[in-house]
């Protein structure tokens, strides 16, 4: 790979992840201590509309990206149309609205994680010795809008976080314009007579012939329920606990993910594809277990060391399950198929446990804020329970043949 696309490649992830972690990392605490005073059920509605637009997002990407247009030019629309709706967003006063245009929003921006690595994909020659390399820079883009949140502690004031919506739009707007001028990534269908089923995606349905991914796949769909816990509560536990900073705080998991991404050529070598996927997701289980008991006080190093598993928790499963689905798939259906992983596990999976999420939250609210002991305990041991399923009906154990 040239280096100069390797540099187009870095900054695309960068920013594609920055506008995202920019305003998704607060939203609980926006919506619950603002002025739009939303249930916890309701913020695991408007938490829940990621998952409505990953569903979506297969058939976005099957239908126009695979058959009729280049990824690159997809992406920029649909950066452009975001950034006016995240403004719009930023004034929203009350919740039903703030939802609608949500979810709108969440929609266009979902395929949006799958162009980004059909397009890296598209460049790279060996995915799972560089695209760890590519993808670290989503991390740190989502690590330098937590950061510029603490620096600005847009937190100590609820009502105002309406600020990361704004910023959101300036920087969507920009990289919609970006988007145009990286590498060419046509439609590897165009021109082709194909079945109404190709057209909408629904070709990469083929992958789950094969019965270890179809484990995969169905694991991927069950893990992202207690996954939703974190994306969706954490900000809002750890400001509730009295964590200074906290969306600073919680980018030492990205920190310990980027560590981890530029380390998992080396993982790839000594592990094999399900000790790899296990491990992320025992992480789970060990993370909420440090939740439920970690405090402020005398604890606190439990509720760091919850936050920086984050590194092993995403990236040993889902980068490993991206590479895994990328290998089965082939280059026909590239996008097709990350479309699909993306339903499962941004999509189905999450869209269960924000709900899921939500009324636990509801139901374990004391006057003091929630008991959060009992609130984490649900998705430790739902995350056991998948953990030991993939570890009994998985069967692949190839090591990923690549040098360190």
């Given at each position: 790979?040239?280096?100069?696309?390797?540099?187009?490649?870095?900054?695309?992830?960068?920013?594609?992840?920055?506008?995202?972690?920019?305003?998704?990392?607060?939203?609980?605490?926006?919506?619950?201590?603002?002025?739009?005073?939303?249930?916890?059920?309701?913020?695991?509605?408007?938490?829940?509309?990621?998952?409505?637009?990953?569903?979506?997002?297969?058939?976005?990407?099957?239908?126009?990206?695979?058959?009729?247009?280049?990824?690159?030019?997809?992406?920029?629309?649909?950066?452009?149309?975001?950034?006016?709706?995240?403004?719009?967003?930023?004034?929203?006063?009350?919740?039903?609205?703030?939802?609608?245009?949500?979810?709108?929003?969440?929609?266009?921006?979902?395929?949006?994680?799958?162009?980004?690595?059909?397009?890296?994909?598209?460049?790279?020659?060996?995915?799972?010795?560089?695209?760890?390399?590519?993808?670290?820079?989503?991390?740190?883009?989502?690590?330098?809008?937590?950061?510029?949140?603490?620096?600005?502690?847009?937190?100590?004031?609820?009502?105002?976080?309406?600020?990361?919506?704004?910023?959101?739009?300036?920087?969507?707007?920009?990289?919609?314009?970006?988007?145009?001028?990286?590498?060419?990534?046509?439609?590897?269908?165009?021109?082709?007579?194909v079945s109404f089923s190709e057209t909408i995606g629904l070709d990469a349905l083929k992958v789950l012939a094969d019965k270890n991914y179809l484990v995969f796949f169905i694991a991927s769909i069950l893990i992202c329920i207690p996954l939703a816990f974190y994306y969706g509560q954490a900000n809002q536990f750890l400001n509730e606990v009295g964590v200074e900073s906290a969306a600073a705080k919680m980018t030492m998991g990205q920190m310990s993910e980027t560590l981890f991404l530029f380390l998992m050529p080396l993982f790839f070598v000594r592990f094999g594809i399900k000790q790899m996927l296990l491990i992320g997701m025992l992480a789970w289980v060990l993370r909420y277990l440090l939740f439920a008991y970690g405090n402020v006080d005398d604890s606190l190093w439990m509720l760091y060391a919850g936050i920086i598993l984050h590194g092993i928790c995403y990236d040993f499963f889902f980068v490993t399950g991206q590479i895994y689905t990328d290998q089965k798939a082939g280059e026909n259906v590239r996008s097709s198929a990350q479309g699909l992983i993306t339903l499962a596990t941004y999509g189905v999976g999450m869209y269960i446990g924000f709900y899921v999420a939500g009324m636990i939250v509801d139901q374990n609210a004391i006057d003091a804020g929630h008991n959060w002991n009992k609130i984490w305990i649900f998705p430790c041991i739902f995350a056991a329970g998948i953990s030991l399923m993939f570890f009994v009906f998985f069967r692949e154990k190839a090591k990923a043949k690549i040098e360190a």
């Open positions: 790979m040239k280096f100069t696309t390797k540099i187009q490649l870095s900054v695309m992830m960068f920013f594609n992840f920055f506008i995202w972690g920019i305003w998704f990392v607060t939203m609980g605490t926006f919506l619950t201590k603002g002025d739009i005073g939303a249930t916890g059920a309701q913020t695991g509605m408007a938490y829940g509309t990621q998952c409505l637009g990953a569903i979506v997002a297969p058939f976005i990407v099957g239908m126009i990206a695979d058959k009729f247009f280049a990824a690159q030019k997809i992406l920029g629309i649909l950066h452009l149309i975001g950034g006016v709706l995240l403004y719009v967003i930023s004034s929203s006063t009350n919740f039903d609205s703030f939802y609608s245009l949500l979810l709108i929003y969440m929609i266009l921006f979902m395929p949006t994680l799958a162009l980004v690595n059909s397009i890296s994909l598209n460049q790279i020659k060996d995915a799972e010795k560089e695209f760890s390399k590519i993808r670290v820079w989503g991390t740190i883009g989502w690590i330098a809008s937590g950061l510029i949140i603490g620096w600005m502690a847009w937190e100590a004031s609820p009502k105002t976080l309406n600020i990361t919506f704004l910023v959101a739009s300036i920087v969507s707007v920009g990289f919609g314009i970006y988007s145009f001028f990286l590498p060419n990534t046509p439609p590897p269908k165009a021109g082709k007579s």
